[in-house]
């Protein structure tokens, strides 16, 4: 891979360098083996190390498609689904591979007994399949992750509701972990210039998601004035929200757990936090039984902080430990948007809280590949910067991840495939330069 590497270091090479530039027939990759998935049998969530299923090794370039390009992967990132699947939690990730494996002949190239992972990269793209016009190899780009089929129509409304709609590098194989992804050319979205490799390859998959979750039409939909109860707000999924909150003109109130963290919202311009780790919040008493006493303290503090309003919009993902809570907190006739669910899936509320006052829940889940490009576009204009705090190399993707897991990271983890260190890859310094001091806010943690 060292000539990919060096041709797009050298910033000389043409699209017809690219066109005619040789693909080895193998590369590295952060890797899952089926033969691992019961090494954790028995093992608590916690106790499930990344570190000891995460094998980075060489793998066969895969077969190129119609409709798909082979992108050089210069930087990737980690997300909670690389954790899950990591620990095989909820279930093991080759079970998606298998059943995405049987709906077509091109689909069985990802039902192997090895799973390539990672949902976000930036990169250049060193081929096109059959079909492919808007994209040339040669063109810098990030990708989103959201991998459809669109042969059924109940997808052409949103693509999100394609009844094969998957998350790519989680539930299909050849991610961007890696020094070479295959994707569908759909996911393709133009790399900000003034980003780094490392910079460019975080937003992604987070940044959608919030996107979709808080603005779009498709989550809450929110509007100016609106107040908006942000869990984990400085983190990886959170620390977007709270921009876009910020940007459109709602009012944030954003929930930390410590200090430092504290410190990052109040950088990004938010003004009404709560610490839940200093404020003592616990919103269950024992494993089967919530506080609905806390509950109420919670939400008196909200109010506080907000002047007398309960929150129009809860952004939840923390899932059941927080979930309760949410929905006693949501004002009436107002909105829990609810993606992932880190801290369980199995979430528990009182319904008389949300059916007699009116409330409701939106499940969201990514973005379609217009809300994508929207949330690249805030990207693009230096409205919404990335959120990365540390980058490692490729062979150390599975420390990266176990931050993760353990939640000892801030804001996202990026990780380095084909760029041989941070700092590489900015085009447009002029760019760069009026949002150095916002860029580099995470890099100072």
Known sequence: MQHIRDAILSGNATPDDYANIEIPDHYVGAVLRKEDEQMFEGLSTKDRDPRKSLRVESVPLPELGPGEALVAVMASSINYNTVWSSIFEPVSTFSFLRRYGKISPLAKRHDL??????????????????????????????????????????????????????????????????????????????????????????????????????????????????????????GGLGSYATQMALNGGAIPVCIVSSPAKADIVRSMGAELIIDRSAEGYRFWKDESTQDPKEWQRFGKRIRELTGGDDPDIVFEHPGR??????????????????????????????????????????????????????????????????????????????????????????????????????GLGVTDPELRAKHESAINRFRDI
């Open 113 to 234: 007994p090895y799973h390539v992972l990672g949902s976000d990269l930036s990169g250049v793209v060193l081929r096109t399949g059959p079909g492919v016009h808007a994209w040339k190899p040669g063109q810098e780009v990030v990708a989103h992750c959201a991998s459809v089929e669109l042969e059924s129509p109940l997808g052409h409304n949103d693509t999100m509701l394609d009844p094969e709609q998957r998350i790519w590098g989680f539930e299909t194989n050849f991610g961007g972990l890696a020094q070479v992804a295959l994707v569908k050319a759909n996911q393709l979205l133009d790399k900000p210039k003034h980003l780094t490799w490392e910079e460019a390859a975080s937003p992604g998959l987070v940044n959608s998601t919030a996107y979709r979750q808080l603005v779009s039409r498709n989550g809450a939909g929110m509007k100016q004035g609106d107040v908006v109860l942000i869990w984990g707000a400085s």
């Open 321 to 422: 430990e927080t979930f309760g809570a949410s929905v006693y907190v949501t004002r009436k006739g107002g909105t829990i948007v609810t993606c992932a669910s880190t801290s369980g899936f199995m979430h528990e509320y009182d319904n008389r809280y949300l059916w007699m006052s009116l409330k409701r829940i939106i499940g969201s889940h990514f973005a379609n590949y217009r809300e994508a490009w929207e949330a690249n576009r805030l990207i693009q204009r230096g409205y919404v910067h990335p959120t990365l705090s540390k980058a490692y190399p490729l062979a150390e993707t599975g420390q990266a991840a176990y931050e993760v897991h353990r939640n000892m990271h801030q804001g996202k983890v990026g990780v380095l495939c084909l760029s041989p260190e941070e």
